[in-house]
């Protein structure tokens, strides 16, 4: 028997229906063999059974079950949700920092990075000649389309959106970056949890000022940003509910796994 579950929930005024049995999953997953990205001149996540004096917990090798040993870090080997303990000497955890209902309000919008040298916004640092952006009006024109849609989560998609996403070597293809100014607008629109499909909302190399997440963070420790995402090209730009189903690990930082459900006006 299929059991089709839906919520309603009111925003700006506006009921809506979300059906929960219809999950749209925007997460890269931490893999362990085959293709996978690369960023920040990381090595790929390994997986190895785990060993005690001659038993090996491999059932190829003759064991009665499988247990596998992880090595991976929840900023470089897949879509994480990280706090502010990212940046502080203070352990800070990011299960701390999630909401207590589980769900969130939603705008997914996408925009297409441009050479930092067309706009006049800023960074932290001066920009370098190859430096792609996501700028404030870029994101305020994309927003437009969405009139008084305030939100709990902000979802960046960047153009164009190919599958590579999944694999790519941004150590070869240096990644975009958010501008001072739209970090700036993020907080003016008070978005409390910030997701996009890149490695990092600074640029990669910043000499470890992370400027942009010092400023995200400046008046509101208890946000978080979501990074390293895929959302496909199926899931158009517009309103969700959204849940960050964030891995119960005790950190800074911890594998995720967003997920988003259509809304339909009641």
């Known amino acids: 028997m299929s059991l089709e579950l839906k919520l309603t929930v009111e925003w700006d005024g506006v009921k809506f229906q979300a059906s929960l049995s219809k999950p749209l999953d925007i997460s890269i997953p931490f893999q362990f063999e085959g293709e996978r990205f690369r960023a920040f001149g990381a090595e790929p996540a390994t997986s190895a059974p785990y060993q005690a004096g001659d038993t090996v917990l491999d059932v190829q090798a003759g064991a009665g079950c499988n247990c596998q040993v992880f090595q991976f870090s929840a900023h470089l080997h897949g879509t994480h949700t990280e706090c502010v303990g990212h940046i502080t000497a203070e352990k800070r955890y990011v299960e701390d920092c999630l909401p207590s209902s589980g769900y969130l309000t939603a705008v997914l919008v996408s925009v297409e ?20 952006v ?52 993020i907080n003016r629109l008070e978005i409390e949890h910030l997701l996009l499909d ?34 496909p090209n199926r899931v158009s730009n517009g309103k969700y509910l959204l ?7 005790r950190s800074d930082a911890a594998p995720s796994r967003p997920v988003l459900y259509t809304l339909s006006q009641v």
């Open 134 to 185: 996501i700028t404030a009006e870029q994101i305020q024109g994309a927003l437009a389309f969405f009139p008084n849609a305030r939100s709990d989560a902000l979802i960046l998609r960047t153009l164009p959106n190919s599958d590579d996403k999944r694999v790519r070597n941004y150590d070869e293809q240096p990644p975009a970056f958010l501008t001072r100014d739209a970090v700036e607008l």
């Open 198 to 231: 890149l490695p990092s909302v600074d640029r990669a190399a910043d000499e470890g000022k992370l400027g942009n997440h010092h400023l995200f963070w400046e008046h509101n420790e208890k946000k978080t940003i979501t990074e390293l995402l895929y959302v």
């Open 243 to 249: 849940r960050l189903n964030v891995s119960n690990i």
């Open 113 to 132: 990075p441009i050479p930092a040298d067309q706009t006049e916004e800023s960074y932290n640092l001066p920009f370098e000649a190859d430096d792609r």
